[in-house]
């Protein structure tokens, strides 16, 4: 199955930086999947990014905050733009494996300060 | 689009007891049922999954049952350990134009008591 490196771990960034987020595959995967935790929440998905193609986003997230890039079928990234303390979460990426089940970067604690 | 509720959000057994966790699902095309387990700090673990042509799977002390009928899917651990703590999330699976998509349940709190 499909192993993830999701980088970086944890971050402390001020209000009003930006951070991206990076997820390298070991195999080629046709979708990426992005999503966020927030504290004792469960996982919400953000966007799905295919290979050549815009990413496409769920309701109530938007490229100008999110904006993704998945430039071959091995790597994506996310950053997430003008931050606010709102947007201290856990953020993780997800590709479908080969039995057809769904792993998890080891995702990316994000605090704004 | 596809609405996932998990029940109970928080569940505490004695160690030995067993543990059931129910979803429901909304959108009939679903087709994949998985459940991850996630310890503090960790990423989800899958732990088991079942797809829409099966009713029951079952793992050494974890088992899912899928009822397609009713849209909902339950989550059985038996002869539970401390270390079966942790958060579980049901999800599932998009068909149709939304494939691919997992959606998640709210998450469960199970508390195993020495």
């Known amino acids: 199955s499909a192993v993830i490196s999701q980088k970086p771990s944890r971050d402390i960034c001020q209000r009003g930086t930006s951070l991206t987020i990076q997820c390298q595959v070991d195999?080629?995967?046709?979708?990426m999947f992005w999503y966020r935790q927030q504290p004792g929440q469960s996982l919400t998905l953000i966007a799905t990014a295919n290979q050549g193609s815009e990413a496409t986003y769920e309701s109530g997230f938007v490229i100008d905050k999110f904006p993704i890039s998945r430039p071959n079928l091995t790597f994506s990234t996310l950053t997430v733009s003008n931050m606010s303390p709102e947007d201290s979460s856990i953020y993780l990426c997800?590709?479908?494996?080969?039995?057809?089940?769904?792993?998890f970067g080891s995702g990316t604690r994000l605090t704004v300060v | 689009g596809e609405n996932v509720e998990q029940h109970p959000s928080t569940l505490s057994v004695q160690e030995g007891d067993s543990a059931v966790i129910k979803c429901t699902y909304s959108?009939?095309?679903?087709?994949?049922f998985p459940w991850y387990k996630q310890e503090l700090g960790k990423r989800p673990q899958l732990i088991i999954d079942i797809r829409s042509n099966v009713g029951e799977k079952k793992d050494q002390r974890i088992a899912v049952t899928l009822n397609k009928t009713a849209k909902h899917f339950s989550l059985h651990i038996t002869e539970t350990q401390p270390e079966d703590s942790a958060v579980y999330f049901c999800?599932?699976?998009?068909?149709?134009?939304?494939?691919?998509?997992?959606?998640f349940g709210q998450g469960t709190i199970l508390t195993v008591h020495p």
């Open positions: 997800s590709v479908e494996t080969g039995a057809g089940g769904y792993t």
């Open positions: 195999s080629q995967v046709t979708m």
């Open positions: 999800a599932a699976k998009a068909g149709g134009t939304s494939y691919g998509k997992l959606t």
């Open positions: 959108d009939s095309a679903s087709n994949y």
